[in-house]
């Protein structure tokens, strides 16, 4: 398989992922949170400190003693999965959004191992709605996704846009 010339530039945004979500946990575990507390940033904007043992937004935040393992197995397949999908790339948009859910992912799945949750710490909340707590790992997943939505939705546009010729000379 020959890789895209972009595949490293998707590795070293996963890379960069994982050293600022690792070290912002360290800074809020080690230096912030000592004892844990709500500290109020702004008025819809806090740093708190939560573990969560699911997923995304909480779902299947229980004490269960197989989540930790069940959940660092999917990331791990997930993340061998993704490995794919970027040594094909051919927009830097898609190696960006790849490496983004990458390093998101790798970033969460070393909190399980090391922990058997995840560290959440950013907490936002406006006009009575509390959005759930979340980390940097959460912030680039949903961007890699959000960014990987829009980039298939406009690539489908402009295949469907190529493939009934428009915008090409047809020499007729």
Same mark, same amino acid.
């Given at each position: 398989?020959? @890789?895209?010339?972009?595949?490293?530039?998707?590795? +070293? /945004?996963?890379?960069? %992922? =994982?050293?600022?979500?690792? !070290?912002?946990?360290?800074?809020?575990?080690?230096?912030?949170?000592?004892?844990?507390?709500?500290?109020?940033?702004?008025?819809?904007?806090?740093?708190?400190?939560?573990?969560?043992?699911?997923?995304?937004?909480? @779902?299947?935040?229980?004490?269960?003693?197989?989540? +930790? /393992?069940?959940?660092? %197995? =999917?990331?791990?397949?997930? !993340?061998?999965?993704?490995?794919?999908?970027?040594?094909?790339?051919?927009?830097?948009?898609?190696?960006?959004?790849?490496?983004?859910?990458?390093?998101?992912?790798?970033?969460?799945?070393?909190?399980?191992?090391?922990?058997?949750?995840?560290?959440?710490?950013l907490d936002f909340h406006l006009w009575g709605?509390?959005?759930?707590?979340?980390?940097?790992?959460?912030?680039?997943?949903?961007?890699?996704?959000?960014?990987?939505?829009?980039?298939?939705?406009?690539?489908?546009?402009?295949?469907?846009?190529?493939?009934?010729?428009?915008?090409?000379?047809?020499?007729?």
């Amino acid at each position: 398989m020959k @890789l895209s010339p972009l595949f490293g530039r998707g590795l +070293a /945004l996963s890379a960069l %992922i =994982v050293v600022l979500d690792q !070290v912002s946990k360290w800074w809020i575990l080690e230096r912030l949170m000592m004892p844990p507390r709500v500290i109020e940033v702004t008025s819809y904007f806090n740093l708190v400190m939560t573990w969560n043992r699911g997923v995304s937004f909480g @779902l299947f935040n229980n004490d269960s003693p197989y989540n +930790a /393992l069940i959940l660092s %197995i =999917v990331a791990v397949v997930i !993340v061998g999965l993704l490995l794919i999908w970027p040594a094909r790339a051919r927009q830097p948009i898609m190696a960006y959004a790849l490496g983004s859910v990458i390093g998101g992912a790798f970033g969460n799945l070393i909190d399980r191992i090391r922990f058997g949750a995840v560290a959440d710490f950013l907490d936002f909340h406006l006009w009575g709605y509390h959005w759930p707590a979340f980390n940097v790992a959460d912030s680039a997943i949903t961007i890699g996704v959000a960014l990987l939505v829009i980039d298939s939705v406009f690539s489908a546009a402009e295949e469907r846009r190529s493939d009934r010729g428009v915008g090409r000379e047809t020499g007729e």
